[in-house]
């Protein structure tokens, strides 16, 4: 931190709650807003551009999500510490941020003060997670499903055929089968459609 300021970058894909958190953010003494970002690969490289203290991020976004954004941060060793601030209050989203290095997890209908003292906490190299989840983070079943998996998932989820997400991952639609019959074995789903809303309720998409 310079100064005893908390740098902080926003990244929200939405313009008016991107706006509005910046702004409230900004007329704290202690917190200085660095960046904001309107999408997972723009907030990723303003965080290896500013190194921020804190970066603040929504999970669902174009481009990287905000768990992907974290594990980046946390594979390259970057000082900037995560907080997601999302709608998902699913255990299985708190599980794989979790792992991937957040150190804080806040849902959007916290209060604003909340907020704050998570930004005070996880920059001091405390953790937050919100009262609502905190309980529940113990007890979360494990994702079964691999990286390629989820992102085959994600795809057959937007209705596109294994031909499709096989020109989209540079795959052979035999190999996208392949994984869809995994993950649909992994998470005990009927076909393909069962198996991405068991995934989807489970926080594992």
Not at 55 to 73: N, R, V, Y
Not at 78 to 91: P, W
Not at 119 to 128: D, E, F, P, S
Request: with cysteine; glycine share 10%.
């Amino acid at each position: 931190m310079t100064h005893g300021r908390i740098r902080v970058l926003v990244a929200e894909d939405q313009q008016m709650v991107l706006g509005a958190i910046a702004a409230l953010l900004a007329l704290e003494e202690d917190i200085e807003v660095v960046a904001q970002a309107a999408d997972g690969d723009e907030a990723l490289a303003k965080v290896r551009q500013l190194s921020p203290d804190i970066l603040l991020t929504d999970i669902e976004m174009p481009g990287l999500s905000g768990i992907e954004i974290a594990a980046a941060i946390d594979t390259e060793r970057l000082a900037t510490r995560t907080i997601v601030v999302t709608t998902f209050g699913r255990i299985g989203y708190l599980s794989r941020a979790r792992q991937a290095g957040v150190r804080g997890y806040l849902l959007k209908d916290a209060q604003f003060e909340e907020l704050l003292a998570a930004i005070r906490v996880v920059a001091a190299g405390g953790r937050a997670i919100s009262p609502a989840l905190a309980d529940d983070g113990a007890i979360a079943e494990p994702d079964p499903l691999n990286a390629r998996e989820r992102e085959v998932l994600k795809l057959a989820e937007q209705g596109l055929t294994n031909k499709d997400i096989g020109s989209r991952l540079g795959l052979a639609a035999g190999t996208i089968r392949n994984y869809l019959s995994e993950a649909g074995l992994k998470l005990g789903a009927v076909n393909r459609i069962d198996a991405c809303r068991i995934a989807r309720s489970n926080g594992w998409l």
